[in-house]
T-cell receptor, first 114, second 116 residues
Framework: AQSVTQPDIHITVSEGASLELRCNYSYGATPYLFWYVQSPGQGLQLLLKYFSGDTLVQGIKGFEAEFKRSQSSFNLRKPSVHWSDAAEYFCAVAATSGTYKYIFGTGTRLKVLA | DSGVTQTPKHLITATGQRVTLRCSPRSGDLSVYWYQQSLDQGLQFLIQYYNGEERAKGNILERFSAQQFPDLHSELNLSSLELGDSALYFC???????????????FGPGTRLTVT
């Protein structure tokens, strides 16, 4: 069965430090992968997506993610975190068999220290 | 702004009651998805409609039902509400007509349901 694991429930970084949020997926075929961000009291905003091709994908707000098939991972990175990046981040994989529903990870809550 | 609208933003109701959540997809999107976000279950897929027809079902309780109307807006009906139904309910939409663009979902701001 498809699944997504985000091993880190909480991460705290200092403003200006680099960030890496981990995501591992379980899926039989080539996955379609996504990272979304949810600010407090807000909906989900798409940061970036991977469908195929270049394994390093660029997203909005300076985020990037790298797809590594051998490790079944799709980790999100940012070289320098801003205080406004404090939010919850969700990794998701899209089903490709007849429906396009998402399976989400449990989320990683990011705290940024000034 | 994703282009997906949901009403109401907040809903407070009592146990045993019935509520209806409404979603209007982005212009041109044929598919609507409903997700529930709760502290203990995380983000869970409930149900998907495509052009008025049910396409897929997830962890949706029998007390819950949904439909998509000819103008493509969708409603999620929750009945015999229990305390555990308190959650944030998201609607998302996508083109879903085939091709990689079908997989990109745009989420509404959500409806926060509190059952007391």
């Amino acid at each position: 069965a498809q699944s997504v694991t985000q091993p880190d429930i909480h991460i705290t970084v200092s403003e200006g430090a680099s960030l890496e949020l981990r995501c591992n997926y379980s899926y039989g075929a080539t996955p379609y992968l996504f990272w979304y961000v949810q600010s407090p009291g807000q909906g989900l905003q798409l940061l970036l997506k991977y469908f195929s091709g270049d394994t390093l994908v660029q997203g909005i707000k300076g985020f990037e993610a790298e797809f590594k098939r051998s490790q079944s991972s799709f980790n999100l990175r940012k070289p320098s975190v801003h205080w406004s990046d404090a939010a919850e981040y969700f990794c998701a994989v899209a089903a490709t068999s007849g429906t396009y529903k998402y399976i989400f990870g449990t989320g990683t809550r990011l705290k940024v220290l000034a | 702004d994703s282009g997906v609208t949901q009403t109401p933003k907040h809903l407070i109701t009592a146990t045993g009651q019935r509520v209806t959540l409404r979603c209007s997809p982005r212009s041109g999107d044929l598919s609507v998805y409903w997700y529930q976000q709760s502290l203990d279950q995380g983000l869970q897929f409930l149900i998907q409609y495509y052009n008025g027809e049910e396409r897929a079902k997830g962890n949706i309780l029998e007390r819950f039902s949904a439909q998509q109307f000819p103008d493509l807006h969708s409603e999620l009906n929750l009945s015999s509400l229990e305390l555990g139904d308190s959650a944030l309910y998201f609607c998302a939409s996508s083109v879903a007509t085939g091709g990689s663009g079908s997989y990109e979902q745009y989420f509404g701001p959500g409806t926060r349901l509190t059952v007391t």
